[in-house]
């Protein structure tokens, strides 16, 4: 067996500094164990403690029984006391599992710990393994005071395991930053409450993160599946750019910039690699049917109310990211290029005189015209097979997009989902300019009056892409119903 090289890097900084306490027995992650950005060859491991201590992680291969390697490191408060762990050397399409617990010691015994937790999942297939494959995503996570259900806490994660995804893409909005969790919740259901309500400060946004990462069906969903992570406004505040991202009105400060207290506290509650600039926009290739383009909505992005009429198209993604993905999209020669955006092409989102995702609508503040350049592009160099999967909307549909009336050949789709458990808003409001047409439409004629009944539009996306590249896609719900199923050949 080849060995394992283990490369360690904290969320966001370095605890080299933090002195653990001494004495104590070893103690048990407090928000369960989470392996992210996943990979052919390397993953990420990452655990919360509440004190400074050592981060211990070990990592066996296929039933567990053979330690592949092992690693320590220190965690204090920079970090929330979470830390991020990166495994190198991995083997592709194989399955391990890893635990990891805290203690006051550096050295490791020698048969692990009781207090340790596990986590099983499997790295990325060799990119000429046609193996199928089968992921989910959603997002829209405890917004507007539908938060963590008294009896069932996020009643959907359970269904989302049950479908045994080998990975789960949380695409934006997995905390509600600026909205409180109350006893008594947006359906009349009694759940949990939260210690905290609109975040002004880098601890309410932690507060947020602990509260939504603290559900036990997310964490058991998080034991058995690799995870990655989005963001999108409510992370930080509602419909935010770099430049709209100050509010004036309590608990905010005036022209105080809220951006870089969400990023940070995203990045603490989120494995990601080291890229060296702090870029989240990133692409995962997974087995020959597969490669995946995260994009970064939020960080780049020319002001909401902006108008797009101008010489130089108005960026959501800015030139370098822009360069990125149409490069890579050119270079993918995966049977289907998978773009994971958090907001949507033809829904209008935001005001009117401020649009938030790429569609116009009824205004020329929205991001269409770097889009239509970008499927312009995209025609020109022959990239075809196109997926766009987003969420943002709070309720679930998919489009088949026929762009330019001379190339009735070049489609692209896009499938919405969601919400995993927030507010409901659906809307028939359609931007005609990329010539969508329906595929399926799933959400509420009118907002739920029970918790009960919500759970019938609660909802997640299942991408299942079997060995010959047929995809399907199944919208499911909160009762684990398939409620929406349309498949595509390669």
């Known amino acids: 067996m080849r060995g394992l090289i283990l490369t360690l890097v904290l969320a966001l900084a370095s605890c080299n500094s933090v002195e653990p306490g ?25 655990a919360r403690s509440d004190h400074p201590c050592w981060m211990h992680v070990e990592i066996t291969e296929g039933d567990g029984t053979t330690r592949v390697a092992q690693a320590s ?43 340790a937790e596990s986590a099983l999942f499997s790295t990325a297939p060799a990119a000429d393994d046609a193996r199928p494959v089968r992921f989910a995503w959603s997002g829209d996570l405890a917004g507007q005071n539908a938060c963590r259900d008294a009896a069932l806490g996020f009643a959907i994660m359970p269904q989302i395991q049950e479908r045994q995804p ?108 080291d890229s060296g600039d702090g870029r989240l926009y990133r692409s995962v290739r997974w087995g020959k ?12 992005r020319d002001p909401d109310r902006a108008r797009d009429d101008s010489p130089q198209p108005k960026t959501q993604l800015g030139k370098a990211q822009l360069d990125w993905l149409e490069a890579g999209l050119a270079a993918s020669d995966a049977t289907w290029r998978i773009v994971i955006s958090s907001v949507p092409i033809s829904i209008p989102t935001g005001k009117v005189d401020a649009r938030d995702g790429w569609a116009d609508a009824d205004s020329a503040t929205g991001y269409e015209r770097e889009l239509a350049l970008l499927f312009a592009t995209m025609r020109v160099r022959g990239i075809g097979n196109t997926v766009w999967l987003t969420t943002d909307v709070h309720f679930a549909t998919g489009f088949e997009y026929t762009p330019f009336g001379d190339a009735p050949q070049f489609h692209v789709r896009e499938f919405i989902c969601g919400p995993l458990s927030a507010g409901m808003f659906p809307t028939q409001n359609l931007d005609p300019t990329f010539r969508p047409r329906r595929l399926f439409f799933h959400a509420p004629p009118q907002t739920p009056t029970s ?19 047929r995809l399907t896609v199944e919208i499911v719900n909160a009762r684990g119903a398939t409620v929406a199923s349309t498949s595509f050949e390669r």
């Open 289 to 300: 049917h597969l490669e995946l383009f995260f994009l970064d909505n939020r960080r780049y």
């Open 166 to 273: 080998e990975f789960f893409i949380g695409l934006g909005d997995m905390i509600y930053a600026d909205y409180p969790c109350d006893p008594v919740g947006a359906f009349g259901n009694a759940q949990v409450p939260g210690d905290f309500g609109p975040s002004a400060t880098l601890e309410a946004y932690r507060a947020h993160w602990r509260y939504n990462r603290a559900d036990p069906g997310l964490q058991k969903l998080l034991a058995h599946t690799a995870y990655f992570g989005v963001w999108d406004d409510h992370e930080v505040v509602n419909d935010f750019s770099p430049t709209e991202d100050s509010r004036g009105e309590a608990p905010y400060t005036a022209r105080e910039h809220l951006m870089p207290l969400g990023y940070r506290a995203f990045c603490e509650y989120n494995a990601f690699e």
């Open 73 to 115: 490191e220190r965690v204090g408060p920079q970090t929330d006391f979470a830390a991020s762990v990166e495994l190198r050397g991995l083997h592709a399409g194989t399955h391990y599992r890893t635990n990891a617990w805290f203690s006051a010691e550096r050295s490791m015994p020698a048969n692990g710990s009781s207090a």
């Open 451 to 469: 918790y009960d009944e919500a759970m019938n539009w609660f909802n997640f996306g299942l991408v299942s892409v079997d060995a010959a590249g």
């Open 22 to 46: 001494a004495g104590g027995a070893a103690t048990a992650p407090t928000h369960g164990v989470l392996v992210g950005e996943v990979h052919a060859d390397r993953a990420r491991v990452w």
